[in-house]
Each structure stands twice: as structure tokens, then as C-alpha cells.
T-cell receptor, first 112, second 113 residues
Framework: GAVVSQHPSWVICKSGTSVKIECRSLDFQATTMFWYRQFPKQSLMLMATSNEGSKATYEQGVEKDKFLINHASLTLSTLTVTSAHPEDSSFYICSARNEEQYFGPGTRLTVT | KQEVTQIPAALSVPEGENLVLNCSFT??????LQWFRQDPGKGLTSLLL?????REQTSGRLNASLDKSSGRSTLYIAASQPGDSATYLC????????????FGTGTRLQVTL
């Protein structure tokens, strides 16, 4: 199956700093990418949908100024958590789609 | 609004057993349905994709069926192994190029020796 990579796989940052997470589709071009977050023992919560070359569409309740999404190419999308706070600590998963939807391995963010 | 439910929420079986995981959805106007597995602390691995026009898909020991009219899908795992232990999620996708998946609540499977 297709491969989606994420970098970093885990990151620890201090409160108030910004963190960037990269998501790449390695062997296919994805016009649509998705960003999810997941809390322990819960299902995935969609944060935003991004299309290459256009602004991301955020789900209700997700702050677009806090979670900046850039989908600069058909194989790369980035999520930047700005001015991170401890409540932003979570597991962030990206996904890329052609016909089937493929998920990255996730990024564990811990804000201290 | 689409709602996806999975039963059972958790399941423990001895190695070698065949098992069935259930997924039901309220809106039958779906484009496709996917089954995923998620290991603890990991992302999702796509297992099977069934298009709305299909009735079933098979991959190795896995077989997924789809009955769109009744809003049901099942994932059949034959001859279960300890390595099958994971959380299994079904997700439905509506029509539309930027359409979003709606995930089920998941079934946590434990296969014991």
C-alpha cells in the first residue's frame, strides 16, 4: 500500500513555542490531505482538510490561527502548532488520499 | 449526520479462532468503506477498501463485506493470531472529492495464546 510519512515521530517543546510537523506522501500525489488529533483511548478527531495550493478547511472548534496548515505541494503538508500550551499535547496524525486514504504513523507532541 | 457504530467494543479470543467484527452506519449514501487497524501509539494501517458498488473484498485472512442498503459491514478474520491484536476501525466516506471519513467507535481485539 501507499506510504505516508510524518516527521518528527515525537517532540517535546516548552509552552509558548511553536512546533512544525511534516506529512509526506512518499509514492503518490495527494490532492487532499487531512490532519487529525487523537486523545488516549479515543477515536480520531478531524482537525482540518487541506487541498494543494489552497487554504485549509478547518473543522468547527479548531483554531486556524493556532494550527497553521500549509499544503505547498502534492506530496507535502505541514501542521504548525503555534504558541503551544500543555493542552495541545496530543497525538497528531496526518492522512493523504488518492482513491484510498492512507495514514501517517503519527506525531506525539508533549508541551511542558 | 452520519453515525458509525462498531460492535463489540472489545473482544478477546484464543489464538486460532475465526472472528467477526461488525460496523453499522446510518446513512447508506456512501462512496466507500475502509477498515483500518491501529496498534497502540501508532497511526492507522489500511486493511481493506470496499467501494459502494462492491459486496466484499479479501486480503489474506481478512474478508470484508458490505451491505449498503442495510448499512452494515463485517470484517471476518480467519485463524486469528496474537499479531492481530489491535484496535480495528471502520470508516465510511461520502461522495465528493474533499469528503471526510466518519470513523466508527472501534473494536479492541486481543488474541491470546
Amino acid at each position: 500500500g501507499a506510504v505516508v510519512s510524518q516527521h518528527p515521530s515525537w517532540v517535546i517543546c516548552k509552552s509558548g513555542t511553536s512546533v512544525k510537523i511534516e506529512c509526506r506522501s512518499l509514492d503518490f500525489q495527494a490532492t487532499t490531505m487531512f490532519w487529525y488529533r487523537q486523545f488516549p483511548k479515543q477515536s480520531l478527531m478531524l482537525m482540518a482538510t487541506s487541498n494543494e495550493g489552497s487554504k485549509a478547511t478547518y473543522e468547527q472548534g479548531v483554531e486556524k490561527d493556532k494550527f497553521l496548515i500549509n499544503h505547498a505541494s502534492l506530496t507535502l503538508s505541514t501542521l504548525t502548532v503555534t504558541s503551544a500550551h500543555p493542552e495541545d499535547s496530543s497525538f497528531y496524525i496526518c492522512s493523504a488520499r488518492n482513491e484510498e486514504q492512507y495514514f501517517g504513523p503519527g506525531t506525539r507532541l508533549t508541551v511542558t | 449526520k452520519q453515525e458509525v457504530t462498531q460492535i463489540p467494543a472489545a473482544l478477546s479470543v484464543p489464538e486460532g479462532e475465526n472472528l467477526v467484527l461488525n460496523c453499522s452506519f446510518t446513512d447508506s449514501a456512501i462512496y466507500n468503506l475502509q477498515w483500518f487497524r491501529q496498534d497502540p501509539g501508532k497511526g492507522l494501517t489500511s486493511l481493506l477498501l470496499i467501494q459502494s458498488s462492491q459486496r466484499e473484498q479479501t486480503s489474506g485472512r481478512l474478508n470484508a463485506s458490505l451491505d449498503k442498503s442495510s448499512g452494515r459491514s463485517t470484517l471476518y478474520i480467519a485463524a486469528s493470531q496474537p499479531g492481530d491484536s489491535a484496535t480495528y476501525l471502520c470508516a465510511v466516506r461520502p461522495y465528493g472529492t474533499a469528503s471526510k471519513l466518519t470513523f466508527g467507535t472501534g473494536t479492541r481485539l486481543q488474541v491470546t495464546l
